[in-house]
């Protein structure tokens, strides 16, 4: 028998956390789309992945703004388990979409994929502020010595590296082109996914579009989350 799933978001922490207009906005988008993506994988018994579905265009509108309550939920389903398969799938799939992560990924023998996804994501969130900035570094490095020394074929390697790591280095990739390296304008657009700061984009653009959009594509601070057990396995690099 088909059962329909809820999931609630922690209602821990201070009456100002519980209600503040960002987790109300966040938490009627999620509901709308959790029922939608609940009524396709009813309609669709025999898939072999999960289907997107419309209303989750809301939530991923909501861009980093949105990422610290999926984590949440995350994080909730890890310690009890309520997701089925496909549920699960859609969950990581939706905060991957959000994040613009792009993983390269080398699950353990007998781990289940989608949980090793789970897990990296909670633990990417937990040690973003500190290890970001440094794997951002060694990609820009990276990245600019190879451009130094022409090397086109390592330096676009080391540039999707960059991009790769999604929505979170945009203030470290802001702050260098606001510095003067007007080589990263292109990387704005190629992570977004679509132009930025014109056609081709130029400097004047992108930190125009940056003034007007850096509060919604900057991640809040996180709800606390406490979760017991075993440490969870480091975020894998790409490449």
């Known amino acids: 028998m088909f059962t329909f799933l809820c999931f609630t ?30 009524t396709w994988i009813k309609e669709n018994p025999a898939a072999s992945f999960t289907g997107s579905v419309p ?11 949105a990422v610290p309550f999926l984590i949440e939920i995350l994080e909730k389903d890890l310690n009890n388990r309520q997701m089925g398969f496909f549920l699960q799938e859609a969950h990581i799939k939706l905060c991957i979409r959000i994040t613009k992560k792009r993983l390269m990924v080398d699950c353990p023998k007998g781990v289940s994929f989608n949980l090793y996804i789970q897990e990296q994501l ?8 500190l ?17 130094d020394q022409k090397k086109t074929h390592e330096a676009d390697e080391a540039q999707n590296k960059i991009i790769g790591m999604g929505m979170e280095i945009l203030p470290l990739l802001m702050n260098k082109i606001q510095k003067g390296d007007d080589r990263l304008v292109p990387f704005i ?18 930190l125009e579009w940056w003034d007007a959009n850096k509060s919604k594509l900057t991640y809040p601070d996180s ?9 969870l396995p480091p975020f894998c690099d790409i490449g």
């Not at 922490?13 to 999620?30: C, I, M, N, V």
């Open 223 to 231: 709800p606390k989350i406490k979760r017991p057990g075993a440490k």
């Open 55 to 65: 209303e989750e265009k809301a939530v991923v509108d909501m861009g980093p703004q």
């Open 131 to 147: 290890e970001t900035p440094k794997k951002f570094d060694r990609f820009y490095e990276e990245w600019d010595q190879f451009m």
């Open 122 to 129: 909670i633990n990417w969130w937990k040690e973003r502020k």
């Open 189 to 206: 657009s190629k992570m977004m996914g679509q132009p930025i700061g014109g056609e081709p984009p130029t400097r004047k653009g992108i």
């Open 9 to 38: 978001l922690n209602k821990g922490g201070s009456s100002a956390e519980k209600d503040t207009p960002l987790r109300a906005q966040f938490q009627w988008k999620y509901q709308v789309w959790l029922n939608a993506q609940n």
